[in-house]
């Protein structure tokens, strides 16, 4: 178990430093940053001191070097357009995008995993597409729509949420909704898939002849092998939550990291750009790597091999 | 053991299953007293596998299971829940299959599974509950029981397995141990040495095991009574040295002459061989299914066949029981 951490921490920070010089060149390779920052309504010699102030005449190495120095010790420079330090910025805005996250994937999995258990074992029956149909139906529906339809409902005409904003947990309740419906379908489909697989083996049927009850056949031996891909794909989905939430953060006025990203990006702001894209980075990585050791942890042949 | 050897612990009459338009089983007759192994042979797809299964009420969904009793102990299986059987199974009679590569779940060590049958059925603690398995490993003849215990399936092999499978089967101390061609998955020699243990288990334990196999050499060493299975049916039942000393039916003529026996068979002498295959037998099927093999077939084979009985020994064929004559046709 031990040399298993081992191995896949030391994959992480590989892919990790891979990701960060990613971020470097492909801001670089967008233009003289220069230019960018100095406008275009500036004289040559301004274009030369913002160079000269921020670094820019130097080696582009070096200051791969140095940014990179920076970001590993958690200096992201300032932002071009916020005039606050990066590290600031995200600081503010990581807690609203993580507890988002955290909501919709825990949703997504309260409904996902119960539901699937069911149509798999009610395969091919009424229930089983009743269910089917409703994640794909789930799946169609744009989630921009969806809010807007959620924010009518139980915000302006029941008056039991708030629509906008980040004050309380309430808040939270109906951008996770939204987002969990994102996730939902796959992670339904796949612990279908799984439990079916799982119910007709061989070691299902040997549980049986021990005369287990049904709870413990179904949730004890069938769910804990069946879990393995939801898990990975559950580790995918919170990325994608975590990186992806542009729409619903800005439907719900949420000013998270998603929202950031876009804010960054369409104002050229370079050094906030780069470290968003190395926190999703990082965030994924990380999440893989929770999976990974779930994994091992669910399944002991991962831990020889 | 609450009875003594040569009692009834299970009775089957009338035994039908079947998949869809497949009849599977059409009224199989089964009798397995206290204390002794009864061997079920037959080809591959003659229905003994499923005949298991379905006493153990382990069919898969699609299988449909009517018989006219089912009793195990004198006690109605037919009528009995789901979760009534399951109170039943594990404890009173236990089941080992063919497969013990797949058939412990690769999640959980050796201990737990051992332990969870064994504190679902009579409870007790952890710790006890692994006494016992350290034990019934140790019977099975289990190398290091206690650090087995603490292993998972995949860092066993399959002999093993399996060894775990019979040890995992005993912890309630069954009644009934139904053993569903435990060593077909083996090496030929692990093979040997299992048989060995369920034998010396069969007898020191007192069980009642009902052995399915298609390996006569088996049948020889390990049983008390025999029923050979074909597509479907018992064609015979007899106890072990009334088959193998004056076999009634074609089909059981047929089989053993396929076995080589040394001494008697000479080197250079042909086995002997059923020509055909086992048909595919639907639902309105009439007659003996053996009779488009059978070198006696007549027209009345193609007529409902009754089961003749002589005391212990009987079976389901229209011929005398001296008959003489090639059992099957020739290639």
């Not at chain 1, 080696?59 to 791969?64: A, E, G, N, S, W």
């Not at chain 1, 179904?218 to 995918?236: D, E, F």
């Amino acid at each position: 178990m031990l040399s298993f951490l081992f191995r896949r921490t030391a994959l992480a920070v590989l892919v990790a430093v891979t990701v960060l010089t990613f971020a470097f060149v492909l801001t670089r390779l967008a233009g003289d940053l220069a230019i960018v920052i100095a406008g275009p309504e500036a004289r040559a010699e301004d274009v030369e001191a913002i160079r000269r102030a921020y670094g820019l005449d130097r080696p582009v190495v070096i200051q791969f070097f140095d940014w990179a120095w920076r970001a590993a010790t958690g200096d992201f420079g300032e932002s071009f357009f916020f005039r606050e330090r990066v590290s600031t910025l995200i600081w503010q805005r990581l807690p609203v995008t993580l507890t988002l996250g955290v909501v919709g994937i825990g949703i997504a999995l309260v409904v996902a995993i119960p539901l699937g258990i069911i149509a798999a074992l009610r395969e091919n029956t009424w229930i089983d597409r009743a269910v089917g149909l409703v994640a794909m139906v789930g799946q169609a529906l744009p989630s921009f729509w969806l809010a807007l339809l959620l924010m009518l409902f139980f915000g302006l005409q029941l008056g039991w949420l708030p629509i906008s904003g980040t004050g309380s947990w309430e808040h939270y309740v109906m951008p996770g909704i939204v987002l969990s419906f994102s996730a939902i379908p796959a992670l339904m489909r796949l612990t279908r898939a799984g439990m079916i697989d799982a119910m007709s083996s061989d070691y299902i049927r040997t549980a049986r002849a021990k005369g287990l009850s049904r709870s413990s056949i179904v949730l004890k031996h069938a769910l804990r092998n069946a879990a393995m891909p939801v898990v990975s794909i559950s580790a995918v989905q919170l990325g994608f939550m975590l990186g992806g939430s542009i729409v619903i953060e800005t439907v719900f006025a949420l000013h998270g990291i998603g929202f950031l990203a876009w804010e960054s990006i369409s104002k050229n702001d370079f050094p906030t750009v780069q470290a968003v894209v190395l926190l999703f980075a990082v965030i994924y990585i990380v999440l893989t790597l929770i999976a990974d050791v779930a994994n091992a942890v669910l399944d002991p042949r991962l831990r020889a091999s | 053991m609450s009875a003594a050897r040569g009692t009834a612990l299970l009775e089957v009459r009338n035994l039908r299953i079947s998949f869809g338009s497949l009849a599977a089983v059409r009224g199989a007759d089964l009798t397995i007293y206290r204390g002794e192994t009864h061997c079920v042979v037959g080809e591959s797809g003659c229905g003994k596998s499923v005949t298991a299964l379905a006493v153990m009420g382990l069919l898969a969904r699609n299988g449909v299971r009517e018989a006219d009793r089912l009793a195990f102990d004198g006690q109605d299986l037919l009528r009995l829940s789901e979760s009534q059987l399951s109170r039943l199974r594990g404890d009173r009679m236990a089941m080992i299959f063919q497969e013990p590569m797949t058939s412990l779940n690769p999640a959980y060590t050796v201990g737990s599974q051992m332990a969870e049958v064994y504190r679902r059925h009579r409870g007790g603690t952890r710790a006890e509950a692994l006494d016992r398995a350290e034990d019934l490993l140790g019977k099975c003849r289990v190398t290091s029981p206690r650090m087995r215990l603490g292993q998972y399936p995949h860092q066993l092999s399959g002999g093993l397995r399996q060894r775990v499978m019979i040890a995992m089967a005993l912890m309630c101390d069954p009644e009934l141990l139904v053993a569903d061609e435990p060593t077909t998955a083996l090496d030929v020699t692990v093979q040997a040495q299992i048989l060995r243990l369920l034998m010396d288990l069969q007898r020191d334990l007192g069980l009642a095991l009902m052995l399915i196999t298609h390996d006569l050499g088996v049948v020889a060493r390990m049983a008390h009574r025999v029923s050979v299975m074909y597509a479907g049916e018992v064609v015979e039942s007899a106890p072990a040295e009334q088959l193998f000393g004056d076999p009634t039916h074609p089909y059981t003529r047929g089989l053993l002459a396929c076995v080589p026996v040394p001494g008697k068979v000479r080197r250079d002498q042909p086995l002997g061989a059923i020509p055909g295959v086992v048909p595919r037998i639907g639902h309105r099927f009439e007659g003996c299914a053996f009779r488009d093999r059978c070198g006696q077939a007549r027209p009345d084979c193609a007529r409902t066949v009754a089961w003749q009985a002589n005391g212990e020994h009987g079976y389901r064929c229209v011929l005398p029981p001296d008959w003489t004559g090639p059992a099957s046709l020739a290639a």
